[in-house]
């Protein structure tokens, strides 16, 4: 069975600060997908990130960046200089395959709370 | 960009009544699902549906749940008779044939509220 853990329940910090969120996932498959989704007080999922286990190249994108570490089960997402726009429930979720009806299995989430 | 359109946005139902969600998924994919978020909690998985049959479905979806695809456009999701504990946020998603190829589009979620 899958399983994604976020350790982190809440997190605050003061704008501009860096601030990294974890996320260790379990899996036997050696095909498998990660993701990070942003969860905006509105209630939206935004998805940000899609990373496939064959790919453990480090990802950019603005302030965000993802380090994906196989060798740790590990698919961390860091925010960079964060901004009070930040401030939302991030979670972090994985599939088996990438085929099938495969379902998304999310780990509990993190709330982050940028302080201006 | 294709979007997956859920609604109502929010519905409130007394217990007991019968209610259903209605979600219309991207036109080209093939699999669908409904997941739950209970206020504050972690989003959770109920049924996923392809082929015009249930692929998978949680503990959480026992008889009270059903899923249909009436028209090959609209994707419900059927509670017969709502408890409390039904109170959530439900979230229609989809997907093509490959998870490589795009991933699931989630729509903004239906928040049901039981009284």
């Known amino acids: 069975?899958?399983?994604?853990?976020?350790?982190?329940?809440?997190?605050?910090?003061?704008?501009?600060?860096?601030?990294?969120?974890?996320?260790?996932?379990?899996?036997?498959?050696?095909?498998?997908?990660?993701?990070?989704?942003?969860?905006?007080?509105s209630g939206e999922l935004v998805f940000l990130i899609r990373r496939n286990s064959f790919d453990e190249q480090n990802e950019i994108s603005g302030r965000y960046s993802w380090n994906f570490q196989k060798s740790t089960s590990s698919f961390n997402?860091?925010?960079?200089?964060?901004q009070v726009v930040d401030s939302a429930v991030y979670f972090c979720a994985l599939v088996r395959g990438n085929q099938g009806a495969q379902k998304l299995v999310f780990g509990q989430g993190t709330r982050l709370t940028i302080n201006p | 960009e294709p979007e997956v359109t859920q609604t109502p946005s929010h519905q409130v139902t007394q217990m007991g009544q019968e209610v259903i969600l209605h979600c219309v998924p991207i036109s080209n994919h093939l699999y669908f699902y409904w997941y739950r978020q209970i206020l504050g909690q972690k989003v959770e998985f109920l049924v996923s549906f392809y082929n015009n049959e249930i692929s998978?479905?949680?503990?959480?979806?026992?008889?009270?749940?059903?899923?249909?695809?009436?028209?090959?456009?609209?994707?419900?999701?059927?509670?017969?008779?709502?408890?409390?504990?039904?109170?959530?946020?439900?979230?229609?998603?989809?997907?093509?044939?490959?998870?490589?190829?795009?991933?699931?589009?989630?729509?903004?979620?239906?928040r049901l509220t039981v009284v």
């Not at chain 1, 809440?10 to 860096?18: A, H, L, P």
């Not at chain 1, 379990?26 to 969860?39: C, G, H, M, N, S």
């Not at chain 2, 979806?61 to 409390?84: A, C, H, M």
């Open chain 1, 1 to 41: 069975a899958q399983k994604v853990t976020q350790a982190q329940t809440e997190i605050s910090v003061v704008e501009k600060e860096d601030v990294t969120l974890d996320c260790v996932y379990e899996t036997r498959d050696t095909t498998y997908y990660l993701f990070w989704y942003k969860q905006p007080p």
């Open chain 1, 77 to 82: 997402f860091t925010i960079t200089a964060s």
């Open chain 2, 56 to 110: 998978e479905k949680s503990e959480i979806f026992d008889d009270q749940f059903s899923v249909e695809r009436p028209d090959g456009s609209n994707f419900t999701l059927k509670i017969r008779s709502t408890k409390l504990e039904d109170s959530a946020m439900y979230f229609c998603a989809s997907r093509p044939n490959r998870v490589v190829d795009y991933g699931y589009t989630f729509g903004s979620g239906t």
